[in-house]
């Protein structure tokens, strides 16, 4: 086949530029809204951090005061609050995001900008749904909170999506179990999260032949649990020296924990816990 007119061969490569400038455009929508969503989950999951352990009076079920009442119930409204920034980023950034990736094909093609905002996002949802009720949340459940009002998914879900993004949960509640203790009353919490994570990863194992990077995770899964068994051992080991109030058993469980941190959000980090 031969050359056609100097105009023709022009027009081609005119219209190869406006695809290639189009998709180049596509990305950086894209790798923007996924950072918008990643900062405001992550903003969310500090709010639920704040919420988690300003109640840690289960340990003493009897001890209930006024403040505490007051505690309980401004927990409650932010947890509402809470609820309310996820659905805001489910229909504003998530939803431009989906305009972007109109078909499976723009997600595959996108793929690697998309995963850390949806990742981030299912990791503060589901620890939303394990606060309130203390189980990990469902994939029929989660695709809900990736959909319209009218329940129309706005952008795929792969089920190793999903699993990558729970994954994550477990370094969330290990600082919940950790600060908990560390802020006192905390101690059965701590334990109940310890023996959660624990089956988090035992269920999670099945899976690492098939999901790209659950291995990875599942080593943090397990350096997570880890931590929390230990700052458990340490709280029984100082407890078994001492039967006294409950005021200075929580006393105790304090100086027995190092609280872990959390890095300030920048440009150059996103807020992850800073671990020895």
């Given at each position: 086949m031969g050359f056609g007119s100097r105009e023709e061969i022009v027009s081609v490569f005119?219209?190869?530029?406006?695809?290639l400038d189009a998709n180049n455009d596509r990305r950086e929508r894209i790798i923007k809204q996924s950072r918008e969503i990643t900062i405001l989950s992550k903003r969310t999951i500090f709010l639920l951090h704040r919420i988690a352990t300003s109640d840690n009076k289960q340990d003493r079920?009897?001890?209930v005061t006024d403040e505490e009442r007051n505690i309980r119930s401004e927990s409650d409204d932010s947890l509402v609050t809470a609820e309310r920034k996820?659905?805001?980023?489910?229909?504003?950034?998530?939803?431009?995001?989906?305009?972007?990736i109109p078909s499976q094909s723009a997600y595959w093609q996108h793929e690697k900008s998309i995963t850390p905002g949806i990742q981030e996002y299912i990791e503060a949802v589901s620890y939303m749904h394990f606060i309130r009720t203390g189980q990990l949340i469902q994939y029929e459940e989660m695709k809900k909170w990736l959909s319209d009002d009218s329940g129309v998914l706005l952008i795929p879900l792969p089920f190793d999506e999903f699993l990558l993004g729970i994954s994550d949960l477990t370094g969330e509640l290990m600082r919940f179990a950790i600060t908990s203790i560390a802020r006192g009353g905390g101690r059965a919490k701590a334990?109940?999260?310890?023996?959660?994570?624990?089956?988090?990863?035992?269920?999670?194992?099945r899976f690492t032949p098939y999901v790209r990077e659950l291995s990875k995770?599942?080593?943090?899964?397990?350096?997570?649990?880890?931590?929390?068994?230990?700052?458990n051992y340490a709280v029984k080991l100082r407890l078994a020296e001492f039967q006294s109030s409950p005021d200075l058993l929580d006393d105790i469980a304090k100086r027995s924990i190092t609280l872990p941190q959390r890095r300030p959000m920048d440009e150059n980090n996103n807020g992850d816990i800073e671990t020895d």
């Amino acid at each position: 086949m031969g050359f056609g007119s100097r105009e023709e061969i022009v027009s081609v490569f005119d219209s190869f530029r406006e695809e290639l400038d189009a998709n180049n455009d596509r990305r950086e929508r894209i790798i923007k809204q996924s950072r918008e969503i990643t900062i405001l989950s992550k903003r969310t999951i500090f709010l639920l951090h704040r919420i988690a352990t300003s109640d840690n009076k289960q340990d003493r079920p009897d001890a209930v005061t006024d403040e505490e009442r007051n505690i309980r119930s401004e927990s409650d409204d932010s947890l509402v609050t809470a609820e309310r920034k996820l659905q805001e980023i489910r229909k504003k950034p998530l939803k431009q995001l989906a305009i972007d990736i109109p078909s499976q094909s723009a997600y595959w093609q996108h793929e690697k900008s998309i995963t850390p905002g949806i990742q981030e996002y299912i990791e503060a949802v589901s620890y939303m749904h394990f606060i309130r009720t203390g189980q990990l949340i469902q994939y029929e459940e989660m695709k809900k909170w990736l959909s319209d009002d009218s329940g129309v998914l706005l952008i795929p879900l792969p089920f190793d999506e999903f699993l990558l993004g729970i994954s994550d949960l477990t370094g969330e509640l290990m600082r919940f179990a950790i600060t908990s203790i560390a802020r006192g009353g905390g101690r059965a919490k701590a334990e109940d999260v310890c023996s959660f994570v624990r089956k988090c990863k035992a269920d999670f194992e099945r899976f690492t032949p098939y999901v790209r990077e659950l291995s990875k995770k599942q080593q943090t899964t397990k350096q997570s649990m880890q931590k929390i068994e230990e700052a458990n051992y340490a709280v029984k080991l100082r407890l078994a020296e001492f039967q006294s109030s409950p005021d200075l058993l929580d006393d105790i469980a304090k100086r027995s924990i190092t609280l872990p941190q959390r890095r300030p959000m920048d440009e150059n980090n996103n807020g992850d816990i800073e671990t020895d």
